[in-house]
C-alpha cells in the first residue's frame, strides 16, 4: 500500500535528510518578525471541563483542583416556563412550541429536578411520550424536530450554574504538566514567543477574542489560565456580536441581554457567569476601555467556531469595520500587535482585496460534495437566532464581502484533512474570483509576514497547507467541472513568497527531491470524506506515472484528477517527532482537475 511504500523510500532518504529536534517548530529571529497566525483547527488541551485530553497524572491533579466540571443540566418547570416564551419562537413555531411545552413539562417531573450530563438529559427527553387531548407526542420526534439554533436556546436554559459554597462561580482549571498535549503546545508557544518579540518582554500582553463563539463566555477562564501557564499575560476582551450591535444602534446596556438573544443566540448566561457578564456590562458603560486593551496589547488571539459571528463583532450591516478593527489592523501592519486566529475563527480572517484587485470571500459552510453538486451560494446574512430560516442547506455558502480583512492573499478554509475539504476551497475560491486559495489542515500554524507588495508565509506544527492557484483553471460545465487548478502543498518548515510575480516556494533542507519514483498507483475512492485525499495527493512523491486518479461523491460521480508537469517539484523527508519518523510529502505545480462522469 501507499503508505508501507512511503516508509521504504524514507529510509533511502535518512542518511540526506537532516536530524531535527522534536520541536521543529522552534522560533527563531526571522520568525519573531510574522503579523499573523492562522491555525487550522482548535487545540485541545488538558482542562477540568475535557478530561479526554488528561492522562492519568494529570487526571489526579485535576481531581483535587475543584475546577469547572463538563456542562450539566437541570430541568425545572421555572426554566420550562421560561423557554417557552413566545417572542422567543418564530411565529411559525407556535404550535411545535405548545407541543414541546408539555413534553417538558413531563421531563421536568420525571428528572425530579436532578443534576443531569448532556447526554442523559438527551436521553431521558428522547424517552418521554405524552398523552394529550388525544394526542400522542412524543420527544424522541420533537427532539429531532428542533433545529441547530433552538437547541443551543434549550440547553442556555436548562444548564445548571456551577458555584461553591459560598455561591462563588467555580472557574474551569487547565493543566498542562505532560506531553501528551505536545502537538497543540507548540503552536499555543508559538504565539506567546512572537507576543514576546513585539513586546520586548518575557511576560507579554496578550488579549483573548471570543467573540467567535456563540457563547464567548464558556472558554475565558481555560485560555486565560492556559496562556498564564505558557508565560503570558493573559486578559479578556469581553467584545462579542451582540455588545457590538447593540453600541452600533446606540441602544442602552440595560438591553444587552436581548441583543445576546438576538444577535449571538446565547440565553441566560448571567446565571451561569456573573462575573464575566458583569464585566462585559462594564465595557459596554466604557465602550472605549476596549481600544485602550487593544492599545495595550502585544497579541491578540481570535478564539471560536463561527466565522460568521467574529465577523459581525468588528464588521457592521454596512460593511464598515470598527474603531478595534481599524486599530488591531493599524498595529498588527506596523509589527506592533501579533495576531493569532484559532480554529473556525480563522476562516474569518479573510477580507480587502486580493494581488488582483479582488474581494477576497470568506468561507462559511458545507462540504465539498455539496460544492460540486449543486453549487455555491452567497451569504445572506441571516442570523443565527432561533427566529432566522437557512433558505438552502444544500449549497456551500461564502460571503463575497470577506472577514475582518487581515489576510487578503485569498479565500481560507479549513479540516482540509479531516474532512477533504480542497473540493469546496477550490469551488469557493474560483466562483468568488479569487486566484488563491489556502487550506490549512489540523494541528497546524500558517505564519503571515506582508510587506511592499511581498507576502510571505511559514508551515509551523505538524500539519500541511493546501495552495490552491486558479491562475490556468478552465471550467466548464457552468463551472461545476474545473480543469487545471494548480495544487501546491507546504508540510513543516516550508515557505513560500507570493506576490504579483506569481508564487515561489522554498522547501525545508531535510526534505529532498526522490532519487527515483518506483510505486504504482493506489486505488482511491470517496475522495471528498475523511483524509482520503490528502493520501490520494501523496502519491505524487512515489509514483512513477505522470497522472493518477480517484472517484468521489456519493455515486462516485465525479472524477478527480492530479497530474504532475514539467514545472512541477516534489520533495519528500521525514522528521524524528518523539521517537517516530513521520514522513512529509511537499510539492508545487500539480495540476487538480474535478470533473463528472460522462
Known amino acids: 500500500m501507499l503508505v508501507s511504500r512511503m516508509v521504504v523510500w524514507l529510509f533511502l532518504f535518512l542518511s540526506l535528510a537532516v536530524q531535527a529536534k522534536n520541536n521543529v517548530n522552534e522560533s527563531d529571529d526571522q520568525e519573531r518578525a510574522y503579523q499573523l497566525m492562522l491555525i487550522g483547527s482548535d487545540l485541545a488541551f488538558c482542562r477540568s471541563s475535557d478530561l479526554t485530553q488528561c492522562n492519568n497524572q494529570q487526571l489526579s491533579e485535576l ?325 432566522c430560516r437557512v433558505s438552502d442547506n444544500r449549497r456551500v455558502r461564502y460571503d463575497p464581502e470577506g472577514g475582518l480583512g487581515l489576510f487578503k492573499l485569498g479565500v481560507i478554509d479549513s479540516k482540509i484533512t479531516r474532512e477533504s475539504n480542497f473540493g469546496r476551497l477550490a469551488k469557493v475560491s474560483f466562483d468568488s474570483n479569487n486566484q488563491l486559495g489556502i487550506g490549512l489542515e489540523q494541528l497546524t500554524g500558517l505564519l503571515v509576514r506582508s510587506n511592499k507588495g511581498k507576502t510571505s508565509l511559514k508551515v509551523v506544527g505538524n500539519g500541511g497547507v493546501t495552495i490552491v492557484d486558479h491562475a490556468g483553471t478552465v471550467a466548464s460545465n457552468q463551472a461545476m467541472e474545473l480543469n487545471n487548478i494548480g495544487l501546491n502543498y507546504l508540510t513543516p518548515q516550508d515557505q513560500a513568497e507570493i506576490s504579483s510575480d506569481g508564487i515561489n516556494l522554498s522547501y525545508a533542507n531535510w526534505k529532498k527531491v526522490p532519487l527515483e519514483f518506483e510505486g504504482g498507483v493506489a486505488k482511491f475512492e470517496s475522495l471528498f470524506r475523511s483524509d482520503n485525499f490528502v493520501k490520494f495527493t501523496q502519491q505524487a512523491c512515489i509514483t512513477k506515472p505522470k497522472q493518477w486518479l480517484g472517484w468521489a461523491g456519493k455515486k462516485h460521480q465525479f472524477k478527480i484528477v492530479l497530474a504532475k508537469n514539467e514545472k512541477s517539484t516534489v520533495v519528500f523527508g521525514g522528521l524524528m517527532l518523539d521517537g517516530t519518523y513521520k514522513i512529509y510529502c511537499s510539492f508545487d505545480q500539480l495540476e487538480l482537475s474535478i470533473t463528472r462522469q460522462r
Open 63 to 387: 481531581a483535587f483542583s475543584f475546577g469547572r466540571q463538563a456542562t450539566l443540566y437541570r430541568v425545572s418547570p421555572v426554566q420550562v416556563e421560561r423557554l417557552m416564551a413566545s417572542r422567543l419562537w418564530h411565529f411559525s413555531r407556535q404550535a411545535f412550541r405548545y407541543d414541546l411545552n408539555l413534553v417538558l413539562l413531563a421531563l421536568a417531573k420525571t428528572s425530579s429536578n436532578d443534576t443531569l450530563s448532556k447526554f442523559q438529559l438527551v436521553t431521558l427527553f428522547r424517552a418521554i411520550k405524552v398523552v394529550s387531548q388525544g394526542r400522542h407526542l412524543s420527544g424522541y420526534s420533537l427532539f429531532s424536530q428542533l433545529t441547530a439554533a433552538e437547541l443551543s436556546m434549550l440547553f442556555d436554559h436548562f444548564e445548571k450554574p456551577q458555584i461553591d459554597s459560598f455561591t462563588n462561580r467555580i472557574k474551569e482549571k487547565v493543566n498542562l504538566t505532560d506531553k501528551y498535549d505536545k502537538p497543540a503546545m507548540v503552536l499555543y508557544n508559538t504565539i506567546v514567543e512572537q507576543a514576546r518579540a513585539v513586546g520586548q518582554s518575557k511576560q507579554p500582553n496578550i488579549l483573548l477574542i471570543t467573540a467567535g463563539q456563540r457563547d464567548p463566555f464558556k472558554n475565558v477562564d481555560s485560555f486565560i489560565s492556559l496562556f498564564n501557564q505558557l508565560g503570558a499575560k493573559a486578559s479578556w476582551l469581553p467584545l462579542d456580536s451582540a455588545l457590538a450591535r447593540l453600541h452600533d444602534e446606540k441602544a442602552g446596556c440595560e438591553q444587552l441581554p436581548s441583543y445576546r438573544n438576538n444577535v449571538s443566540n446565547n440565553y441566560q448566561r448571567a446565571r451561569i457567569y456573573p462575573d464575566l457578564v458583569e464585566l462585559q456590562n462594564n465595557y459596554c458603560n466604557q465602550p472605549l476601555k476596549m481600544n485602550e486593551d487593544i492599545t495595550a496589547a502585544d497579541a491578540v488571539v481570535f478564539i471560536g467556531n463561527s466565522a460568521v459571528l467574529l465577523r459581525n463583532t468588528f464588521v457592521n450591516a454596512k460593511g464598515q469595520p470598527s474603531l478595534a478593527l481599524q486599530l488591531i489592523e493599524s498595529k498588527m501592519l506596523n509589527n506592533k500587535l501579533f495576531v493569532a486566529s484559532v480554529g473556525g475563527a480563522t476562516l474569518a480572517m479573510t477580507g480587502g482585496l486580493d494581488q488582483n484587485e479582488q474581494p477576497v470571500a470568506m468561507m462559511v459552510d458545507g462540504n465539498s460534495e455539496m460544492a460540486f453538486t449543486k453549487g455555491t451560494l452567497t451569504y445572506t446574512g441571516c442570523e443565527t437566532a432561533s427566529r
